[in-house]
């Protein structure tokens, strides 16, 4: 028998309840606030994209939580009613060519930031997946680990990973061989064979695949 001590998983109402301690303070207050969260950091091809979600203050929707946990059926699920119940909501996207540019984190910020800008609602208090010091005029507040930890950068999360991910499906009809439509872009076994076999397509990060590539990447 096993000394390890078993987790317990919460009833639903009980989980969400906890996810939104970070938020329950501002909505007692009759104040707005947005949780912010990026997909799309790692991959060897394709954008970073950021969300921005208003939720209404006690807009509790089952099932929400870090969008690396759900199941992609349960994504475009949550993505439908996350969307339809937000106050607002926006995507920022960097493509693959800016983030060879400036790296990967000055375009992660730069995806924070216009999701912020293309939120098209007043919002002065934004919760961010650990990401600091963006340039937005709004109090910001980075939680490590935020996706799993509060309920509204778990639900900007799924918005993010799920606008991404159906961009991806859209690039594998375009760029086929690499697996985009399984990977999205993420560097799996498929993808990099994919890579040394046929070379970069276009958008391919090239500061991201030179371990992979036969050719010099920057001719």
């Not at 992660?108 to 990401?131: M, P």
């Not at 309920?151 to 499906?169: L, N």
Request: proline content about 5%.
């Amino acid at each position: 028998m096993s000394d390890k001590p078993q987790k317990i998983k919460l009833p639903e109402q009980e989980r969400l309840f906890q996810m939104t301690a970070f938020e329950r303070p501002f909505w007692e207050n009759g104040i707005a606030v947005a949780g912010m969260d990026e997909v799309g950091r790692g991959p060897l091809a394709g954008p970073v994209v950021a969300a921005c979600v208003m939720l209404p203050p006690n807009c509790l929707i089952e099932g929400v939580n870090d969008s690396k946990k759900l199941s992609k059926k349960k994504l475009e699920q949550l993505y439908s009613e996350i969307t339809e119940k937000a106050i607002a909501y926006s995507c920022g996207w960097v493509s693959e060519k800016v983030i060879d540019e400036i790296n990967i984190l000055q375009a992660t910020k730069r995806a924070f930031k216009l999701a912020f800008e293309n939120l098209g609602a007043a919002c002065g208090t934004v919760f961010v997946d650990a990401v600091r010091d963006l340039e937005i005029d709004a109090q910001q507040y980075p939680i490590v680990h935020g996706d799993a930890l509060c309920y509204s950068i778990a639900a900007a999360s799924i918005v993010a990973k799920v606008e991404r991910d159906r961009f991806m499906v859209k690039m594998a009809e375009k760029y086929p061989g690499y697996g985009f439509e399984k990977n999205v872009g993420y560097g799996t076994k498929q993808h990099t064979d994919a890579l040394r076999e046929l070379g970069p397509c276009e958008i391919h990060r090239r500061s991201f695949i030179k371990n992979f590539c036969l050719e010099n990447p920057e001719d």
